[in-house]
Protein backbone atom coordinates (compact mmCIF):
# COMPACT_ATOMS: atom_id res chain seq x y z
CA UNK A 1 0.00 0.00 0.00
CA UNK A 2 1.32 3.66 -1.14
CA UNK A 3 1.74 5.83 1.85
CA UNK A 4 -1.10 8.67 0.49
CA UNK A 5 -3.60 5.28 0.02
CA UNK A 6 -2.86 4.29 3.61
CA UNK A 7 -3.45 8.03 4.74
CA UNK A 8 -6.39 8.09 2.85
CA UNK A 9 -8.44 5.29 3.77
CA UNK A 10 -7.46 4.92 7.20
CA UNK A 11 -10.33 5.40 9.29
CA UNK A 12 -11.36 4.83 13.33
CA UNK A 13 -12.25 1.72 13.54
CA UNK A 14 -14.86 0.99 16.51
CA UNK A 15 -15.39 -2.69 15.83
CA UNK A 16 -12.54 -5.40 15.99
CA UNK A 17 -12.53 -8.91 14.86
CA UNK A 18 -10.55 -11.10 17.82
CA UNK A 19 -7.46 -11.93 15.57
CA UNK A 20 -4.58 -11.60 17.57
CA UNK A 21 -1.67 -9.33 16.45
CA UNK A 22 1.98 -10.73 17.22
CA UNK A 23 4.34 -9.14 19.63
CA UNK A 24 6.67 -8.65 16.56
CA UNK A 25 4.31 -6.92 14.70
CA UNK A 26 3.17 -4.31 17.36
CA UNK A 27 7.18 -3.86 18.29
CA UNK A 28 7.74 -3.16 15.03
CA UNK A 29 5.39 -0.53 14.63
CA UNK A 30 6.39 1.27 17.36
CA UNK A 31 9.83 1.51 15.87
CA UNK A 32 8.54 3.04 12.98
CA UNK A 33 6.50 5.18 15.19
CA UNK A 34 9.42 5.87 17.25
CA UNK A 35 10.70 7.63 13.92
CA UNK A 36 8.22 10.39 14.37
CA UNK A 37 9.55 14.05 14.38
CA UNK A 38 10.00 15.65 18.03
CA UNK A 39 11.06 18.96 18.76
CA UNK A 40 14.83 18.89 19.82
CA UNK A 41 14.12 15.32 19.70
CA UNK A 42 12.93 14.78 23.01
CA UNK A 43 10.88 11.66 22.07
CA UNK A 44 8.42 12.75 24.67
CA UNK A 45 6.28 9.15 23.68
CA UNK A 46 5.58 6.64 26.60
CA UNK A 47 3.38 3.74 25.56
CA UNK A 48 1.98 0.66 27.63
CA UNK A 49 0.77 -2.04 25.54
CA UNK A 50 -1.85 -4.50 26.80
CA UNK A 51 -2.49 -7.84 25.01
CA UNK A 52 -4.36 -11.25 26.52
CA UNK A 53 -4.98 -11.95 30.03
CA UNK A 54 -3.27 -8.03 30.51
CA UNK A 55 -5.97 -6.75 28.02
CA UNK A 56 -8.51 -8.16 29.41
CA UNK A 57 -7.68 -7.46 32.84
CA UNK A 58 -7.86 -3.60 32.12
CA UNK A 59 -10.69 -4.22 30.50
CA UNK A 60 -12.69 -5.39 32.90
CA UNK A 61 -11.19 -3.41 35.97
CA UNK A 62 -11.70 -0.23 34.01
CA UNK A 63 -15.75 -1.06 33.68
CA UNK A 64 -16.06 -2.25 36.51
CA UNK A 65 -14.67 0.95 37.90
CA UNK A 66 -16.89 3.31 35.73
CA UNK A 67 -20.05 1.74 36.95
CA UNK A 68 -19.46 2.44 40.23
CA UNK A 69 -18.07 6.09 39.43
CA UNK A 70 -20.11 6.84 36.33
CA UNK A 71 -19.27 10.92 37.06
CA UNK A 72 -15.63 10.90 37.51
CA UNK A 73 -14.71 11.56 34.29
CA UNK A 74 -12.55 14.81 34.67
CA UNK A 75 -9.15 14.39 32.88
CA UNK A 76 -6.03 15.27 34.92
CA UNK A 77 -4.79 17.65 32.92
CA UNK A 78 -6.22 21.26 31.94
CA UNK A 79 -9.40 19.93 29.99
CA UNK A 80 -11.22 23.84 29.83
CA UNK A 81 -11.59 23.70 25.86
CA UNK A 82 -15.03 25.71 25.29
CA UNK A 83 -17.67 24.21 22.91
CA UNK A 84 -17.88 27.01 20.23
CA UNK A 85 -18.37 27.01 17.28
CA UNK A 86 -17.22 25.67 14.12
CA UNK A 87 -16.06 22.59 16.46
CA UNK A 88 -19.39 22.01 18.45
CA UNK A 89 -21.60 21.59 14.98
CA UNK A 90 -18.12 18.96 13.68
CA UNK A 91 -18.66 17.43 17.02
CA UNK A 92 -22.59 16.74 16.80
CA UNK A 93 -22.30 15.67 13.08
CA UNK A 94 -19.52 13.03 13.75
CA UNK A 95 -21.94 11.87 17.08
CA UNK A 96 -25.32 12.16 14.53
CA UNK A 97 -23.73 9.89 12.24
CA UNK A 98 -22.07 7.54 14.38
CA UNK A 99 -25.23 6.94 16.35
CA UNK A 100 -27.39 6.62 13.12
CA UNK A 101 -25.43 4.17 11.40
CA UNK A 102 -25.98 2.17 14.87
CA UNK A 103 -29.12 2.76 15.38
CA UNK A 104 -28.99 4.44 19.06
CA UNK A 105 -31.70 7.25 18.69
CA UNK A 106 -30.87 10.67 19.88
CA UNK A 107 -31.98 10.60 24.15
CA UNK A 108 -31.27 6.64 24.45
CA UNK A 109 -28.92 7.18 27.73
CA UNK A 110 -28.56 3.39 28.18
CA UNK A 111 -26.73 2.70 24.84
CA UNK A 112 -25.00 5.44 24.85
CA UNK A 113 -23.78 4.78 27.77
CA UNK A 114 -22.97 1.05 26.42
CA UNK A 115 -21.66 2.59 23.61
CA UNK A 116 -19.28 4.53 25.04
CA UNK A 117 -18.31 1.78 27.10
CA UNK A 118 -17.03 0.32 23.74
CA UNK A 119 -13.99 2.29 24.01
CA UNK A 120 -13.11 0.43 27.32
CA UNK A 121 -13.06 -2.51 25.76
CA UNK A 122 -10.75 -0.80 22.86
CA UNK A 123 -13.75 -1.94 20.73
CA UNK A 124 -13.05 -5.73 21.20
CA UNK A 125 -9.38 -5.16 19.72
CA UNK A 126 -7.17 -7.43 20.78
CA UNK A 127 -4.52 -4.97 21.37
CA UNK A 128 -4.54 -1.58 23.31
CA UNK A 129 -2.28 1.07 23.90
CA UNK A 130 -2.17 3.77 26.54
CA UNK A 131 -0.40 6.98 25.90
CA UNK A 132 1.22 8.95 28.82
CA UNK A 133 3.25 11.73 29.02
CA UNK A 134 5.69 13.29 31.49
CA UNK A 135 3.94 15.99 33.50
CA UNK A 136 6.51 18.37 33.23
CA UNK A 137 6.54 18.25 29.73
CA UNK A 138 4.65 21.27 27.92
CA UNK A 139 2.27 21.60 24.79
CA UNK A 140 4.98 21.08 22.16
CA UNK A 141 6.02 17.31 23.50
CA UNK A 142 1.77 16.33 23.04
CA UNK A 143 2.13 17.49 19.91
CA UNK A 144 4.89 15.17 19.39
CA UNK A 145 3.53 12.33 20.92
CA UNK A 146 0.44 13.58 18.23
CA UNK A 147 2.49 13.03 15.89
CA UNK A 148 4.02 9.49 17.08
CA UNK A 149 0.36 8.54 16.97
CA UNK A 150 -0.64 9.23 13.38
CA UNK A 151 2.89 7.52 12.31
CA UNK A 152 1.69 4.35 14.18
CA UNK A 153 -1.72 4.59 12.68
CA UNK A 154 -0.61 4.90 9.34
CA UNK A 155 2.28 2.18 9.61
CA UNK A 156 -0.63 -0.18 11.05
CA UNK A 157 -2.98 0.46 8.28
CA UNK A 158 -0.14 -0.21 5.85
CA UNK A 159 0.11 -3.36 7.18
CA UNK A 160 -3.64 -4.39 6.59
CA UNK A 161 -4.36 -2.80 10.72
CA UNK A 162 -6.67 -0.95 11.88
CA UNK A 163 -6.74 1.63 14.80
CA UNK A 164 -9.15 4.21 17.00
CA UNK A 165 -7.32 6.69 18.27
CA UNK A 166 -9.34 7.08 22.38
CA UNK A 167 -9.68 10.44 23.99
CA UNK A 168 -11.88 8.49 26.54
CA UNK A 169 -8.66 6.75 27.67
CA UNK A 170 -7.97 10.26 29.66
CA UNK A 171 -11.22 9.66 31.55
CA UNK A 172 -11.61 7.30 34.64
CA UNK A 173 -7.40 7.93 34.70
CA UNK A 174 -7.26 6.74 38.49
CA UNK A 175 -8.15 3.64 37.91
CA UNK A 176 -5.68 3.02 34.46
CA UNK A 177 -3.18 4.48 36.36
CA UNK A 178 -3.50 1.61 38.91
CA UNK A 179 -3.65 -0.71 36.55
CA UNK A 180 -1.07 -0.30 34.48
CA UNK A 181 1.05 1.32 37.71
CA UNK A 182 1.66 4.29 35.85
CA UNK A 183 3.70 6.73 37.87
CA UNK A 184 2.23 9.98 39.52
CA UNK A 185 4.47 12.01 37.24
CA UNK A 186 2.96 10.56 34.13
CA UNK A 187 -0.49 12.20 32.71
CA UNK A 188 -2.65 9.40 30.93
CA UNK A 189 -3.25 11.15 27.51
CA UNK A 190 -4.58 8.81 25.09
CA UNK A 191 -5.67 5.32 24.50
CA UNK A 192 -5.47 3.43 20.75
CA UNK A 193 -6.75 -0.01 19.79
CA UNK A 194 -4.89 -1.84 17.73
CA UNK A 195 -6.62 -5.30 15.46
CA UNK A 196 -8.05 -6.30 12.43
CA UNK A 197 -11.36 -4.16 11.38
CA UNK A 198 -14.77 -6.22 11.22
CA UNK A 199 -15.75 -5.08 7.78
CA UNK A 200 -19.32 -6.38 8.75
CA UNK A 201 -20.44 -3.81 11.40
CA UNK A 202 -22.12 -1.00 10.31
CA UNK A 203 -20.34 1.27 12.64
CA UNK A 204 -17.21 0.95 10.54
CA UNK A 205 -18.65 1.99 7.39
CA UNK A 206 -18.57 6.07 8.92
CA UNK A 207 -16.25 8.36 6.81
CA UNK A 208 -16.59 11.60 8.20
CA UNK A 209 -16.52 14.92 6.94
CA UNK A 210 -13.63 17.24 6.69
CA UNK A 211 -13.01 21.14 5.59
CA UNK A 212 -12.21 22.14 2.40
CA UNK A 213 -8.33 23.51 2.46
CA UNK A 214 -9.38 27.12 2.38
CA UNK A 215 -11.58 26.42 5.15
CA UNK A 216 -8.25 26.47 7.33
CA UNK A 217 -5.67 28.27 5.33
CA UNK A 218 -4.66 31.46 4.62
CA UNK A 219 -2.34 31.64 1.49
CA UNK A 220 0.24 34.11 1.36
CA UNK A 221 2.50 34.77 -1.66
CA UNK A 222 0.26 32.21 -3.94
CA UNK A 223 -0.94 34.46 -6.98
CA UNK A 224 -3.35 31.70 -8.46
CA UNK A 225 -4.82 31.16 -4.49
CA UNK A 226 -5.84 35.16 -4.37
CA UNK A 227 -7.56 34.57 -7.64
CA UNK A 228 -8.92 31.89 -6.86
CA UNK A 229 -10.52 32.78 -3.88
CA UNK A 230 -11.14 37.18 -4.99
C1 LIG B 1 -6.70 12.44 19.99
C2 LIG B 1 -7.91 11.69 19.50
C3 LIG B 1 -8.80 11.17 20.43
C4 LIG B 1 -9.91 10.44 19.99
N1 LIG B 1 -10.74 9.87 20.91
C5 LIG B 1 -11.72 9.03 20.50
C6 LIG B 1 -12.46 8.29 21.45
O1 LIG B 1 -12.26 8.38 22.65
N2 LIG B 1 -13.41 7.45 20.98
C7 LIG B 1 -13.67 7.30 19.65
O2 LIG B 1 -14.55 6.51 19.29
N3 LIG B 1 -12.97 8.00 18.71
C8 LIG B 1 -11.99 8.84 19.11
N4 LIG B 1 -11.22 9.50 18.19
C9 LIG B 1 -11.49 9.33 16.76
C10 LIG B 1 -12.10 10.58 16.15
O3 LIG B 1 -13.46 10.64 16.46
C11 LIG B 1 -11.85 10.51 14.64
O4 LIG B 1 -10.48 10.58 14.39
C12 LIG B 1 -12.53 11.65 13.88
O5 LIG B 1 -13.92 11.59 14.02
C13 LIG B 1 -12.16 11.59 12.40
O6 LIG B 1 -12.54 10.33 11.87
P1 LIG B 1 -11.52 9.32 11.22
O7 LIG B 1 -10.46 9.02 12.23
O8 LIG B 1 -12.35 8.11 10.88
O9 LIG B 1 -10.93 9.98 10.01
C14 LIG B 1 -10.14 10.26 18.60
C15 LIG B 1 -9.22 10.80 17.69
C16 LIG B 1 -8.13 11.50 18.13
C17 LIG B 1 -7.15 12.05 17.13
Known amino acids: MELQEAIRTRTSIR ?3 PDPVPFETVKELLEIAARAPSGTNVQPWKVHVVAGKARDELVEK ?3 YREENPTDTAQEFDHSNKRVEPYITRMRTLGKEMYGLIGIPKGDKERSWEQWGRNYKFFDAPVGLIFTVDKDLDARSW ?3 GMFMQTFMLAAKERGLDTCAQ ?4 MFWKATREILNVPEEEYIICGMSLGYADPDDP ?3 LISEREPVEGFTTFHGYAEASVETA
Open 167 to 170: GAWN
Open 203 to 205: VNK
Open 15 to 17: AFK
Open 62 to 64: LLA
Open 143 to 145: LDI
